[in-house]
């Protein structure tokens, strides 16, 4: 039996994922990152911990389905997006990676801003200059070490570091090469406008992979490490919501997924880009051959319900220990004898700020209306329903981008709660529909890894083989009109809160 291998280069762990070519899954292993904070917003990884962890993934999997190397047909990456890794002419690194949540760059996206001008980014990179991307980091580098920046010779993301490692060959995948704000991203082409405008030498930027493109074989060196056999096909692979998208089955317009996770991802498939002038909203490159993806996001979906569980959930989490349930169960039931709108109690979900629609790293968490009447079941249920809130805010940009699908196919942690797809459905009025696979990026990875091969003709004929509708959750209409109105309120509530936050961030010197 051969087996396809998907590795995702994700910034809590790196998971390790092995896929029958008949799409079965066989075995996963996941190794846990360190993620260090230097300073308040900083968020850095060493590279080298990666690296280690990735091995430790490799030999954990085959050892869990008790093969070696010789049955692994192909290997396929998924990485974190937007992280930096610096590495000088000797490919050594120069420093920690910076990465997607680190927050240091606000006047670095300002400058980007000022020299290339910000409609003009929109209409080139596709993407507004935000703290999570990738060239701003380098301008902080040049910036605040210009040591470290006169080393620089190759800015790679996390995953093309590990492609790399295991290939001895240098490049950047071009989904995760769109999130840099470096990419012509119509075009597929490194922008020379764009780096003119910021003087950096395009000699930094690798050369450009497909995402079921092989990249190289496994080195012999590499082989002795990791125990894959020498020669072992490697491929692009893709940034960790393209791989997502393909591992859910989201290859195809009018096709959107939800990821309800850590963070929030509401994507669509689209044959053409669109850019939207307004509105925090990102537009990458597919994983499908020329094609693209657009995307909103909640930066704490699921951290929301998990702050709530820390910090009232003290009685849920000592009965589910036990009865060897989960606590996220136990709120849900509470949450469930609650009403729609939650009895009048409005949560907005900025714990780590805001991204979409406003794009405001400032923005913070928020009770609006509570009053003594309400319990715990209340605000249980007001984490789930403003967290749908803001998927809605997400969907309305994506309508504005042309999606005009009617289902959206959700993954992720939180997904396993009836109750919130329930909420999720008929506040964004779209019927969310489960799933038979939820290993996400690892398995859309090991499906690209499948085409690059042959295993299948293409990614559209590989999700489809093994990705199916499990069930499905319809809009319930009285809850739809409730919510409805409760969304007007929610909307007015950012924009009245805007300055208080600004002046929150002077006192508390974030």
């Not at 002419?89 to 980007?112: F, G, K, S, Y």
């Not at 082409?189 to 405008?197: G, M, N, P, R, T």
């Not at 919501?241 to 509401?266: E, Q, Y």
Request: some cysteine; proline content about 5%; glycine content about 12%.
């Amino acid at each position: 039996m051969a087996y396809l291998l998907g590795l995702d280069i994700g910034t809590s762990g790196i998971k390790a994922l092995l896929v029958r070519e008949d799409g079965r899954l066989a075995a996963s292993h996941l190794e846990e990152n360190p993620i260090a904070s230097p300073k308040p917003g900083w968020s850095e990884q060493e590279p080298a911990d990666l690296w280690k962890n990735t091995v430790r993934a490799i030999q954990g999997v085959l050892a869990r389905e008790g093969i070696s190397g010789e049955d692994v047909r192909a290997v396929g990456l998924s990485g974190q997006m937007h992280s930096s890794v610096f590495l000088d002419e000797h490919m050594r690194v120069i420093r920690p990676a910076i990465l997607w949540n680190d927050t240091r760059t606000a006047e670095q996206c300002r400058e980007m801003e000022d020299r290339v001008g910000s409609q003009r980014l929109r209409q080139v990179a596709a993407n507004p200059a935000l703290d999570g991307f990738t060239a701003p980091k380098v301008l902080w580098l040049r910036r605040h070490e210009p040591d470290n920046f006169s080393r620089l010779r190759h800015l790679v993301l996390p995953k093309d570091y590990i492609r790399w490692l295991l290939t001895g060959e240098l490049n950047m995948e071009i989904s995760d090469a769109a999130g840099t704000l470096l990419l012509d991203v119509r075009a597929g082409q490194w922008s020379q406008e764009i780096c003119s405008a910021l003087d950096l030498p395009m000699s930094i930027l690798p050369k450009l992979l497909q995402s079921s493109e092989v990249a190289g074989g496994i080195t012999a060196d590499m082989a002795a490490e990791t125990g894959l056999k020498a020669g072992t096909p490697v491929v692009g692979g893709g940034a960790d919501n393209a791989c997502g998208a393909v591992g859910s089955g989201v290859v195809k317009p009018g096709r959107a997924m939800i990821s309800l996770g850590t963070s929030g991802v509401m994507l669509a498939h689209l044959q053409q880009p669109r850019i939207l002038e307004q509105g925090t909203v990102h537009m990458f490159r597919s994983a499908v051959l020329d094609e693209f993806y657009m995307m909103g996001v909640v930066l704490s979906a699921g951290l929301s319900y998990g702050w709530l569980r820390d910090t009232i959930g003290g009685p849920e989490r000592i009965v589910a220990e036990a009865l060897g349930s989960d606590p996220y169960t136990l709120l849900s039931e509470e949450a469930a004898r609650s009403t729609p709108g939650s009895r009048g109690l409005v949560f907005l979900p900025y714990l780590t700020g805001e991204r979409t629609p406003h794009g405001d790293p400032q923005a913070r968490g928020v009770f609006f209306g509570l009053d003594p009447s309400h319990g715990r079941g209340d605000m249980v249920r007001s984490v789930l329903e403003g967290t749908a809130f803001a998927f809605r805010d997400c969907l309305g940009l994506l309508r504005a981008a042309g999606w005009q699908g009617t289902t959206a196919r959700i993954i992720g942690g939180g997904a396993r709660s009836p109750l919130w797809r329930s909420i999720i459905a008929s506040t964004t009025q779209v019927t969310v529909e489960t799933i038979n696979i939820d290993e996400g990026p690892a398995f859309g990875a090991a499906l690209l890894a499948g085409v690059g091969v042959g295993s299948f003709s293409n990614v559209g004929e590989a999700a489809d083989s093994f990705v199916s509708i499990t069930g499905t959750v319809e809009p319930n209409p009285q809850w739809m009109t409730v919510y409805d109105e409760y969304y007007q309120l929610y909307k007015e509530l950012y924009p009245a809160l805007k300055g208080s936050y600004s002046r929150l961030a002077e006192i508390t010197g974030r």
